[in-house]
T-cell receptor
Framework: AQSVTQLDSQVPVFEEAPVELRCNYS??????LFWYVQYPNQGLQLLLK??????LVKGINGFEAEFNKSQTSFHLRKPSVHISDTAEYFC?????????????FGTGTQLKVEL | GAGVSQSPSNKVTEKGKDVELRCDPI?????LYWYRQSLGQGLEFLIY????????KSGLPSDRFSAERTGGSVSTLTIQRTQQEDSAVYLC?????????????FGPGTRLLVL
């Protein structure tokens, strides 16, 4: 079984400051890693994903994440945030089980960007 | 193109009543997933469809929950004899063939409130 830990439930940050949202995972098999963003009253939108290859993954809206196998981490970063980045961010993992690609999510991190 | 759509967007029901939630995946997507998002449990996997079959139903919380998919397209999640703990946002996602490592595209969700 897989599990995901997002230690920070809320992260306040000022506009134009850098931010890092932490994600650690646990799995006995190889996993694929994802970050999704959820804006209020909307569904989930994929920010980026790691399947294989380069451990630094770039996504939409200027976000990037680095896969660190030894630390079992996949932290999300952005060098300069904007007010519009205020949203909830979910880290997720998947492994091939039962022929599917079901996602196991962390509990989410609420990013609040302030002026 | 059109994304994943879900209906109704909101549903209020009385305890003990049955409800049906509908998901229209993106055309051509063979894999379909249902998730539940609740305050107490976060985002949880419910069931996975590949075509019309459901090889993974491991997330359904009780036998009051069932789902079907017809024509390899529309899916319906049915909750019988609803309980207050069923109150949550029910999210549907679909992914294209081969449905293994591909991104899951999420719908906006159905917000269910059981009084």
């Amino acid at each position: 079984a897989q599990s995901v830990t997002q230690l920070d439930s809320q992260v306040p940050v000022f506009e134009e400051a850098p931010v890092e949202l932490r994600c650690n995972y646990s799995s006995s098999v190889s996993v694929y890693l994802f970050w999704y963003v959820q804006y209020p009253n909307q569904g989930l939108q994929l920010l980026l994903k790691y399947l294989s290859g380069s451990t630094l993954v770039k996504g939409i809206n200027g976000f990037e994440a680095e896969f660190n196998k030894s630390q079992t981490s996949f932290h999300l970063r952005k060098p300069s945030v904007h007010i519009s980045d205020t949203a909830e961010y979910f880290c997720a993992v998947s492994a091939l089980t039962g022929g599917g690609n079901k996602l196991t999510f962390g509990t989410g991190t609420q990013l609040k960007v302030e002026l | 193109g059109a994304g994943v759509s879900q209906s109704p967007s909101n549903k209020v029901t009385e305890k003990g009543k049955d409800v049906e939630l509908r998901c229209d995946p993106i055309s051509g997507h063979t894999a379909l997933y249902w998730y539940r998002q609740s305050l107490g449990q976060g985002l949880e996997f419910l069931i996975y469809f590949q075509g019309n079959s459901a090889p993974d139903k491991s997330g359904l919380p009780s036998d009051r929950f069932s789902a079907e998919r017809t024509g390899g397209s529309v899916s319906t999640l049915t909750i019988q004899r609803t309980q207050q703990e069923d109150s949550a946002v029910y999210l549907c996602a679909s992914s294209p063939p081969p449905g293994l490592r591909e991104t899951q595209y999420f719908g906006p969700g159905t917000r269910l409130l059981v009084l």
